[in-house]
């Protein structure tokens, strides 16, 4: 029997909306929770990331230092259909463009780098 590992990852970031909608534009998903302090991108019917209000620690305290600043050393990864088309909704957000689509000789595949509104590496690839 295997085990099936489904990643949720979460972020903690200083505007939930805000990065939400950020979210839910480029990568063409919707919310899947909605609010000021937590929220589920939702693409399709797959709940792809969490994002939690930077300041708010509820019953787990804090994901991160306020004092430091968010996105050092993270890079959020997602696998798209449409490259060119994710990064069309991109620019329309405004996104910080970090690496134009790229052909990335390792992974063998195109990639997109951006970065998101509190500054995590947002990596777009076509799917393999």
Known sequence: MSTRVQPQPLLAVHDVEQSSAWYCAVL????GHGGPEYER???GDEFVLQLHR?????HHG???DPALPLGNGVAVWFAVDDLDAALSRARRTGAIVQKEIHHNPNAH?????????DNYLVVLADRD
């Open 28 to 31: 063409d998903a919707t919310s």
């Open 41 to 43: 991108v939702v693409v």
């Open 54 to 58: 930077l300041e708010i620690g509820h």
């Open 62 to 64: 804090l994901f991160a």
């Open 109 to 117: 595949h195109d990639e997109l780098w951006l970065r998101d509104p």
